[in-house]
Structure formats: C-alpha cells, structure tokens
C-alpha cells in the first residue's frame, strides 16, 4: 500500500459528545441566527458585526485557542465541524469566521510569544476584536514572495517603518488587529520578508477602498495603506526573516477551513437541489425521477462526500503534525481544491435543477454560486493548490 493510502486507512476521526454539542449549537445558530439575514446582507454588502460578535461570545472566533487565551480550547475537527454549518446558512460570515480562526489564532498560537499572545491573541480569539491577515498586494497574489512594501528599522532600532499597500485583506474594512508580511531585507528575496503585529488603531495606517465583490459580499474586503507606520520590534512575529515561511504554514491550516466552507456551500445547494427535485412537477412526474436529473443527484451526492473525506483526512495530517512536527501541505491543498471545485460544480447543477427559479434572487441559489466562486482563488488558487501537489508529489522542493 502507498503511504496515502496507509493514511486514508489510519483516518479515524472520532466525534466526541463535545463535538456533537457543539454542531448542535451552531446549527441551532445558523438557522436561526445567520440564515435569516444572509440574503439582506448579502445585498447591502454591510459587515455582520451582531452575530459575528454574538458569534465570539459563543467561542466560534478562537475555536482551537486554549481557553487561557479566550478561546473555546477545542480542536481542528470543531472548528471545521462549525466552518461547514456557518457556511450552509452564509458564506460570507465563514469567511470572517476562517481568517479570524485559521489565519490570524493560529499565527498567534503558532508562533507569538507569551507577551504577543496576551496582546495580540486574547482579544482576538474571545471575539472582543477582529483580526486580519494581510500577505497580497496589488502586483503579486500567487506569487506571494514578490513584495513592494518595506519595513525599514529605525537607526535606534527599537522600531520599523512600515510603507507601501496590501490588497485584498478580508475583514480589511473592519479588523483591529492584523498580521502584516512585509519586506525588511529585499536582497533576500522570500528569506528577506518579516511578519509583524499591526495595531489598526495607530497612525500611519489608512484603510483604502471597499472591494466590490460577485459574492461573499458581507465579508468586507479593502486595500490597507501603511504611509511611515511604526512599530516596535517587540511586534515582529516569528523571527525577522520567517516571514514567508510562517505565511505559507499559516496557509496550510487556512486551507483546510475554506474546504469546510466549500463544503458548506455545496451543502446547502444540494440540499435545496434534492428537495425540489423530490417536489417539482414535469412531464407528469416529480422531475426526480428523470435519468438526467439523478445522474445529477448522484455526481453531486458522491463529490460532496469525497469532499468530506479529503477534508477530514487533511484534519487528520494537521492533528498528527501537531505531535510530530511534521507538514499537512498536501493534504491541506488537495481538500481545499477538491472541495472548491465541487462546491462551484455543486452549485452549478443545483441552479441548473431549479431553472429559472434557480436564476431568481427569490431563491438563494444565485447567492451560492456567486458564493462558491471565491473558493477557488482565495487562499491559493486552483492552479496554486496543482502546483504545490505536484510539487511536493516530484520532490522539487
Ligand atoms: N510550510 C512551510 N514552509 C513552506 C511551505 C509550507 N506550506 N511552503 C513553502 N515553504 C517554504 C519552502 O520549503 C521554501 O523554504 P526553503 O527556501 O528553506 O527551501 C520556501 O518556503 C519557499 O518556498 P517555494 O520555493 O515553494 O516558494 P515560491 O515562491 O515558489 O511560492 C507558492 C510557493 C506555493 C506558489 C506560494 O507563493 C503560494 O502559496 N502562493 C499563493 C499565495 C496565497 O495563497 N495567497 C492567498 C492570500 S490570503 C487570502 O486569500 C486573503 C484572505 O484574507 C483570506
């Protein structure tokens, strides 16, 4: 047997009771919480700060933090459990739910010290701030290592200078709190970026403008424009030089809980897609019972539930780095581009089994599809999730 296949074997996620209360509960909430306001914020494009914040008295925005730091003190199998129900009833509030979550915690419990965790961490994981991950600028997305901006250290060197302009920071419009990578040392090249702890508060920092967006419309997105930022060099997280590293072991978990939304999303397509096959008359007949409609069910039903177990089965490779030391990079990518593209096939076929209703902004199906299509760009595109697969299946790195 080959060693993925040893692994696929070896996944024996069990769901404690913990576990189960807690799916109870953020169903519970999603129904009667999220569900109910996601098409209006959806369409104002407003930041859902009520339940988000609701959602952090819960323990959702800290989910695998200890509750020492604020947070819930569970782990990846809750916080992927809780991005799949959140991301039924709104993709919009997963996605605030996963960078606050596996971005910007997980940095902080990965690499903070004691004293930037009870700044930077507490706060952040008990849902009293938000907090943003910043790694994109407006020349380079994929290519994350190429970078404009600069952090320059004072002559006294007790802080840097921060300039330049990072692009697409989720929740940008709103965070407190945010982890920046940057350039100290451009002759490096990736070894030459930095990660720091950015207090939004401070002068020097000016958010740019609200991206709009074809879906997760709630989710506020925008430009951040650091103009002779300081901050202390108590602040540089990780190391000066890791930055690059700690973005892309950052990436990895961020990964494994945009498959958990991709798989909420199509979820909740299919889920709409089964009922009204089951309901909706032609020819005479429930369209269910049409060939063309159940090859359509079955394809749906089978690539939502291997979605599932690529996602549980990178859960598992997190879990066991987590003893070993070791690296879920690829388990990570292929969830995340297994489930993304389900979800956009999902929500395709589940619009295409409505027709015209599926076209309706009377229905949410539009608002899936529209959701869904981030999945596949944010945090790695399709082609990038290839690439790293590829890459580390060659052993060309
Ligand atoms: N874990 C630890 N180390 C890693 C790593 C990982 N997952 N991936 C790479 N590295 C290390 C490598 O081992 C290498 O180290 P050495 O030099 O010591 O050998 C170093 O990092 C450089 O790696 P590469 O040579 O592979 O780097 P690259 O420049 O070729 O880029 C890439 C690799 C995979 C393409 C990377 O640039 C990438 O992932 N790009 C996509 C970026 C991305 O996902 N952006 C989304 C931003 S977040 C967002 O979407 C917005 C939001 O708010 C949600």
Redesign the pocket.
Known sequence: MTDSALNAVQTVLTMSEEHEALVSMVRRFAKERIAPVAEEFDHSGEFPLATIKEMGRMGLMGIEVPEAYGGAGMDTLAYVLTMVEVAKADASHS?IV??NNS?YCHALMAFGTEDQKQRFLVPVASGEKIG?????EPQS??????MASRAVLSEDGTHYVINGRKS?????PVADLMILFTMTDASK???GITAFLIDASLPGLKRGKKEPKLGIRASA?SEIVYEDYRVPVENVLGGVGNG??????V??A??IG?AAQALGIAEAAYEAALDYARTRQAFGGAIGQFQMIQQKIADMKTRIEASRLLIMNAVQAKMTAKATGG?Y?TE?SMAKLFASETAMFVTDEALQIHGGMGYSKEMPLERYYRDARITR?????SE?QR??IA?NELGL?
Not at 132 to 136: D, E, G, R
Not at 141 to 146: N, R
Not at 244 to 249: H, L, N, P, R, T
């Open positions: 996605t996963s960078v971005l943003a991950y910043s790694l994109t997305g994929s290519d994350a290592a190429t697409w920071v989720t929740s940008g090249g990736n070894k997105t690059f590293k700690i973005a892309m072991q990436l990895d961020g990964r945009i690296r990079t990570a760009i944010y945090e790695g595109t990038i690439m790293v890459r790195r």
